[in-house]
């Protein structure tokens, strides 16, 4: 697979595409965008506006070469000389399908074709592509240009080089690959966010808390300590001196008791209601670009401060930091 990546073709530009786009210029990498949405120039130039501010914080000296960004309707067009494909499209198998099909034959053999999606599953999604083994998942999570992880996974056909070539290039941009070693809905983190969203949406919907009360149960205790440390190393700590076995016995049948609903409520018009209004209301009148500044200079602290500890995130921010370093030019 190919392995110098200079050109990518990004197909399709919402909110996870121009984060990509955003990431790949930091580092030096030209992107061709397709997207038939009228206004993808302005609404990716703001991202990137976003993008730039939050990174100057992270990397005060920009990079020894910013990547170009070119538009284009054609599918075929933005693919056409790309190094490197990342689809980005709206969470519709057909339309994924439809467009790495167009992508894939475009693109020579050698070409790595992925995909954003959330929770398809790659051997669907490549099924109509020719040399499927060079398609597989890459899901990242917003903002893209901040944070790292990228879950890759691949499908039945794709090629185990496939995985590795498309981890070593996320790597090099700064990011954390994770491969999803068995192929499934939704794949590792999206599952476990899901499960917290369904409880969230009962705790609504059945007027236990609010939107705003939820989140800050979050944001003020295991949110914290998710920035470094997982479920199970926490628990591991919860069980002391004895250890994880000791909290299991302690805390296990817990499990028995009616804590949680997993199955998610009925999505009526009056909890769409309630949930959107009390999310509203939690916005206190900010722009959504207001909290997207917010949350990337929330977000470039934690960073940096778990780079200063040699933990979490923390250890790929500061890879990132030598890569740029040794980059061409850099002096």
């Known amino acids: 697979m190919r392995s110098d990546i200079r050109r990518a073709a990004l197909l399709g530009a919402g909110v996870i595409g121009a984060g990509w786009a955003a990431r790949m210029v930091e580092n030096g990498i030209d992107v061709t965008i397709a997207d038939p949405d009228p206004e993808v120039r302005r609404k990716t130039e703001t991202v990137l506006a976003n993008a730039e501010r939050a990174l100057r914080s992270l990397f005060p000296e920009p990079p020894a070469r910013r990547g170009t960004v070119t538009y284009t309707d054609s599918v075929e067009a933005a693919v056409d000389g790309a190094d490197f494909v990342q689809e980005s499209a709206p969470e519709r198998e057909d339309l994924k399908r439809a467009l790495l099909a167009r992508a894939a034959g475009v693109a020579p053999a050698d070409v790595i074709l992925a995909t954003s999606t959330s929770g398809l599953l790659p051997s669907r999604l490549q099924a109509d592509c020719t040399h ?22 691949g499908g039945a056909a794709t090629a185990p080089a496939t995985v590795d070539a498309a981890s070593a290039f996320y790597a090099a941009i700064g990011m954390h ?43 003020y205790g295991a949110g914290l300590r998710w920035a470094f440390m997982g479920t199970f190393g926490i628990y591991r700590l919860a069980g002391g001196e004895a250890g994880m076995r000791h909290f299991m016995a302690q805390f296990g049948p817990a499990l028995k008791l009616p804590w949680t609903k997993l199955e998610a409520p009925e999505l009526t018009d009056e909890l769409i209601d309630r949930v959107s209004d009390q999310a509203e209301a939690q916005a206190a009148g900010r722009s959504v670009r207001e909290m997207e500044r917010s949350r990337d200079d929330a977000l470039v602290a ?30």
């Open 132 to 153: 499927p083994e060079r398609v597989v998942v890459g899901h990242p999570f917003n903002p893209v240009y901040l944070l790292p992880l990228v879950e890759v996974c």
């Open 177 to 219: 690959p994770l491969h999803v070693r068995t192929e499934i809905d939704g794949f590792i983190a999206d599952r476990l966010l899901e499960a917290l969203w369904r409880e969230a949406l009962h705790l609504v919907n059945d007027g236990v808390a609010t939107t705003g009360e939820i989140d800050r149960a979050v944001c």
């Open 302 to 331: 934690i960073l940096t401060a778990l780079e200063g500890q040699g933990i979490g995130a923390g250890i790929d921010l500061a890879r990132w930091r030598a890569n740029r370093r040794s980059a061409p030019g850099s002096g």
